[in-house]
């Protein structure tokens, strides 16, 4: 796989390490890597006022085996993805969460963050027939985005479930930070970005 050959053009720098699962598709168990775009170098700059989109701002889904692309989601238009979103204007470089939701053995759900402060859910089909009706669009579960202080989600999010008088739901927490300049501040008086835990309920 090479950023910005077909399929794969508007890759960022590499930093999501790929998360290496098992899907069913076409009624057939498929070993597959999924990660996110990458890193846009554009966010080394203190302030995130960007005209146009990052680069990175992708989810992959290839055959572990042989890199075939089996499914993307894309916020750019000429990427050629299964899906385009319109949310998805920031680099993704951390790696993706994969969750077994049923316990099937099967990956059901893939939970993100990007550098624009926002977080996503993917639900996977696993009784699909074709690669177009896989995955559904990423749905957009937390947006903090305000302009040159918003957070930024560098790390993977973690998940959990709970039971709480009958009701089961799961859990998504997820850090903000900035790795590439930790002290900067943002945009003139808007002060330093506080960054935290945050701690999403998906029911």
């Not at 005209?51 to 075939?68: C, K, M, P, R």
């Not at 951390?94 to 550098?115: E, H, M, P, R």
């Amino acid at each position: 796989i090479q950023g910005g050959s077909t399929g794969f053009t508007r890759m960022g720098q590499t930093w999501s390490q790929p998360v290496i699962t098992t899907i069913r598709l076409g009624g057939y168990s498929r070993k597959v890597m999924i990660f996110g775009g990458g890193y846009d170098p554009r966010h080394e700059t203190a302030g995130q006022t960007f005209s146009g989109e990052d680069l990175g701002n992708q989810i992959y889904i290839v055959d572990a085996f042989t890199g075939e692309k089996l499914w993307s989601a894309s916020g750019t238009a000429s990427d050629s993805a299964s899906v385009t979103v319109s949310d998805m204007k920031f680099s993704i470089p951390s790696s993706v969460k994969a969750i077994d939701t049923n316990g099937d053995g099967f990956t059901d759900n893939l939970y993100f963050g990007d550098l624009g402060g926002q977080l996503f859910r993917i639900d996977l089909d696993n009784t699909a027939a074709t690669n177009a009706s896989f995955a559904k669009p990423p749905q957009l579960l937390l947006n903090l985005n305000n302009g040159a202080a918003s957070p930024r989600f560098y790390e993977m999010p973690a998940f959990s479930v709970y039971d709480y008088n009958g009701t089961t739901f799961a859990v998504v927490s997820i850090g903000s930070g900035n790795r590439s300049k930790p002290l900067a501040q943002y945009a003139s008086g808007q002060g330093y970005n506080y960054d935290a835990v945050y701690n999403i309920y998906d029911k």
